[in-house]
Structures are given as structure tokens and as C-alpha cells.
């Protein structure tokens, strides 16, 4: 099992520029979420899908974009990249609702610079 | 609202020595609890987590943790700190319903002196 595959790690972007980040899980998990690492904040759900077909927005969705047409990949967009989302992102699954059922299993990260 | 403190942004402390990584929590309802560590360029990895029963919870790595509702606390502890515990640590909550969203704390990075 390669559990949560993120791609690119490491991605340069001009500000206006847009891209996709990345992720797919192999565990047949339920339910895939989307974070941002920020120094001195921790990090902030973006989305988050608890199954194909569905999602949601979180804590900060204001510049994204996602999709979940199948079980193993939740990727998310950026329309028009600006500063304020140079970020270390981070895709997160888990087998079952609810945070007490099944823990969070955490991707890599995808770094992400915007100039 | 939810939120999640851990008010010690970075702690030093020498190798055998014990740890204590401080976490105040509110929340509406009854939480679920957990601690992650991330090392550097890396994902996060759980630690232990907290649901109900025995306060005291055992988590990998040597690490445990207590919670103690009248405080509305979740410390962690490590009665003897090796080099290779140096990483950022991370206290979350989530609901015990519905998604499995979880609010971080600012986390806590440690750094082990030999």
C-alpha cells in the first residue's frame, strides 16, 4: 500500500497561474480532506469529501476548488493563484466518518510557493 | 466555537529529560482528542488519540496523555525524551459525529539537546 500519494512535492507558481494538486489514497477510504500548513497557525481544513461525489467546504475555501469523481483521488485546484496561498498543503483519508472511527492518514505534503 | 491552544511554540529540553506538551481545547460537545507529530518534510503521524473511558491514554512511541475535562486539557507526556523525538507536535479535536474533520493547534516544536 503506498496509503496517500501526493504530487507535485514542490511547485513554483506566478501569481494569476493556476494548477492541481494531487492526491490519491490506494485504501479505498471514504473520506479525503484537504489541510493547510501555515507558520503559526497549525493547520486549516480547506475541503473535504466523505464520499465520490460529495463535498464540502471547511475552514478556508476561499480559492479553491475541488471535485471527487472516484473513490481514490480528491484533487485540488487553484483558479488564480495568489501570494496568500503560498502554503505547505497537505491531503488527509480515512476509512470511516466520524473522527472517532478511523484515524487521519496524512500524505507528504505538496509545497507550495506563489510569487 | 472549537479551537484548539497549545500555548508553548517551542520547547528545548535535554535528552533523558521528561516532556510535557501543554493543550487546552473548547468545544461544544464531547471532543475526541488527539496528538500528531510531524518530522520535518513529512506528513503528520498520530500519536495517540482520546475518546472515553480511562483518562490516561498510552499512544506510540512512549508517549501518553491525560485528559482532564474540568480543565478542558489533553497534555502529553514522555517520561524520557530521546534525540529522535525532535518534531513538531500537534493537538487536535473532532466531533464523535459526522465528517472526520479535525481542528489543529498551532503545535509545538521540540527540540532534544544530547
Known amino acids: 500500500n503506498a496509503g496517500v500519494t501526493q504530487t507535485p512535492k514542490f511547485q513554483v507558481l506566478k501569481t494569476g497561474q493556476s494548477m492541481t494538486l494531487q492526491c490519491a489514497q490506494d485504501?479505498?477510504?471514504?473520506?479525503m480532506s484537504w489541510y493547510r500548513q501555515d507558520p503559526g497557525m497549525g493547520l486549516r481544513l480547506i475541503h473535504y469529501?466523505?464520499?465520490?461525489?460529495?463535498?464540502d467546504q471547511g475552514e478556508v475555501p476561499n480559492g479553491y476548488n475541488v471535485s471527487r469523481s472516484t473513490t481514490e483521488d480528491f484533487p485540488l485546484r487553484l483558479l488564480s493563484a495568489a501570494p496568500s496561498q503560498t502554503s505547505v498543503y497537505f491531503c488527509?483519508?480515512?476509512?470511516?466518518?466520524?473522527?472517532?472511527?478511523?484515524?487521519?492518514?496524512f500524505g507528504n505534503g505538496t509545497r507550495l510557493t506563489v510569487t | 466555537a472549537q479551537s484548539v491552544t497549545q500555548p508553548d511554540i517551542h520547547i528545548t529540553v535535554s535528552e533523558g529529560a521528561s516532556l510535557e506538551l501543554r493543550c487546552n481545547y473548547s468545544?461544544?460537545?464531547?471532543?475526541?482528542l488527539f496528538w500528531y507529530v510531524q518530522s520535518p518534510g513529512q506528513g503528520l503521524q498520530l500519536l495517540l488519540k482520546?475518546?472515553?473511558?480511562?483518562?490516561l491514554v498510552q499512544g506510540i512511541k512512549g508517549f501518553e496523555a491525560e485528559f482532564k475535562r474540568s480543565q478542558s486539557s489533553f497534555n502529553l507526556r514522555k517520561p524520557s525524551v530521546h534525540w529522535s523525538d525532535a518534531a513538531e507536535y500537534f493537538c487536535?479535536?473532532?466531533?464523535?459525529?459526522?465528517?472526520?474533520?479535525?481542528?489543529f493547534g498551532t503545535g509545538t516544536r521540540l527540540t532534544v539537546i544530547p
Open positions: 469529501s466523505v464520499g465520490a461525489g460529495i463535498t
Open positions: 485504501m479505498n477510504h471514504e473520506y
Open positions: 488527509a483519508s480515512s476509512a470511516a466518518l466520524g473522527a472517532g472511527n478511523s484515524p487521519l492518514h
Open positions: 487536535a479535536v473532532g466531533a464523535q459525529t459526522g465528517a472526520n474533520n479535525l481542528f
Open positions: 482520546y475518546f472515553s473511558g480511562d483518562t
Open positions: 468545544y461544544g460537545a464531547t471532543p475526541y
